[in-house]
């Protein structure tokens, strides 16, 4: 369904705008009249990271007259195999700062407008209420729903994605567009996953060149909404597979019973977000409750010579990139799922780690509900034991 432009025209172009913006001009949909709307409108995107680099290129490139950028991180040498708005001069620096520079080189004409703070329930409509569109590049649950809520509340149309290894996702979602029959992104995720049941890009890894194809859909729809030409992707989802080149369009329905945009709403106003998605279940914070040790604490077990099994809980694939010396191997999902519970030893304490903490202390909480109360994990993980150990390994 073709929707109206969202933003109104602004009074002119500049001769160096109609020289710079010139292949857009000529093309009849969009024309003066379309390239004019874009000049008028404000688009704000959240993060400057895999998603956020290619839609804040091309938005710019593309002469959005304002963008705005949350991002409160810095810029780290392992974001640049996706991140691409980022150099390696910038490692260390704010990521939104380094995004309006590399901005600015693509386009002088606009203006960037910089939030360099964690984007939470006391701000969200504040900065939110700034802008036109709002362009979702997050990677935590958390955030998405927070942003699902607030953009519903406020009216807004919001361009989501999503991306993880070689598969990606992007719709639009604008309950209060014409015609009232657009689903939200809670219609579509009604609740969010368990807690450590899908791992994030930090933890299962993401192909650094799906962020460019799905960033660039996000564009795409972006300046489609702002202009008010083509079929959006409004009550449709985008599937990607880069590993069979295959793009699928799912429809969404509007789901009349959904507690944000459905007939009869519970949900009125911003909630708990991180209460909401459990950054970690309740049993696995209650099993890290005086289960938990340092880096710095397994270092010394190890030196003590004390009699214990190190069990790295991460995958295949992580364990060969950095592994703490006399660890076994054991992935989360084998314990989870009860299969490597048999092999475990019962005379001796398990020490369990992962990454960051989060999936240990999951493993942890089925440990001691098969009766190894004995267990701990490693607060931090290999990270921890890189930082505060041994330096000399890397990090990912």
């Not at 024309?31 to 688009?43: E, S």
């Not at 963008?67 to 490692?91: A, K, M, Y």
């Not at 299962?204 to 300046?223: K, M």
């Not at 493993?363 to 290999?382: P, W």
């Amino acid at each position: 369904m073709s929707l109206p432009p969202l933003v109104e025209p602004a009074s002119e172009l500049s001769r160096q705008e109609v020289m710079r913006y010139s292949r857009h001009l000529i093309i009849p949909d969009v024309a003066m009249d379309g390239q004019k709307r874009l000049k008028n409108a404000k688009v704000l995107a959240i993060g400057a990271g895999g998603l956020g680099s290619p839609a804040l290129l091309y938005l710019a490139a593309a002469g959005v007259g304002t963008l705005g950028i949350v991002d409160f991180d810095t810029v780290d040498e392992s974001n640049l195999q996706r991140q691409v708005i980022h150099g390696q001069s910038d490692i260390g620096r704010s990521k939104a700062q380094s995004a309006r520079e590399s901005i600015r080189e693509i386009n002088p004409l606009i203006d960037v407008v910089l939030h360099e703070e964690r984007l939470d329930s006391s701000n969200v409509f504040e900065i939110f209420e700034q802008y036109d569109l709002i362009v979702d590049g997050t990677d935590n649950f958390a955030t998405r729903y927070l942003v699902n809520d607030a953009a519903f509340l406020l009216g807004k149309p919001y361009v989501w994605g999503s991306i993880y290894r070689f598969d990606g996702q992007a719709s639009v979602f604008w309950p209060t567009a014409p015609g009232g029959n657009a689903p939200c992104y809670r219609c579509l995720y009604p609740e969010p996953p368990p807690p450590g049941m899908v791992p994030s890009c930090a933890e299962g890894g993401v192909l650094g060149i799906l962020c460019a194809s799905i960033g660039a859909i996000q564009s795409t729809e972006a300046v489609k909404l702002l202009m008010g030409i083509g079929e959006p992707l409004v009550g449709a989802l985008m599937v990607y597979d880069a590993l069979d080149m295959e793009y699928r369009k799912i429809k969404v329905r509007k789901d009349p019973e959904c507690p944000l945009c459905g007939k009869n709403p519970t949900i009125t106003g911003l909630i708990d977000y991180d209460a909401f998605c459990g950054v970690v279940s309740e049993a696995a914070q209650e099993a890290a409750a005086g289960s938990t040790i340092l880096a710095t604490e397994l270092k010394a077990k190890m030196d003590a010579g004390e009699d214990f099994l190190l069990v790295d809980v991460r995958e295949p694939a992580e364990f060969e990139i950095i592994s703490i010396p006399g660890a076994v191997l054991i992935p989360k999902g084998d314990i989870l799922n009860g299969s490597a519970l048999a092999s475990l030893p019962q005379d001796k304490q398990i020490v369990l780690h992962c990454k960051s903490g989060v999936r240990s202390a999951e493993a942890l909480a089925a440990l001691k509900a098969a009766g190894l109360t004995n267990s701990v994990h490693v607060q931090g993980g290999v990270l921890a034991w890189q930082a505060q150990v041994d330096s000399s390994l890397p990090t990912y």
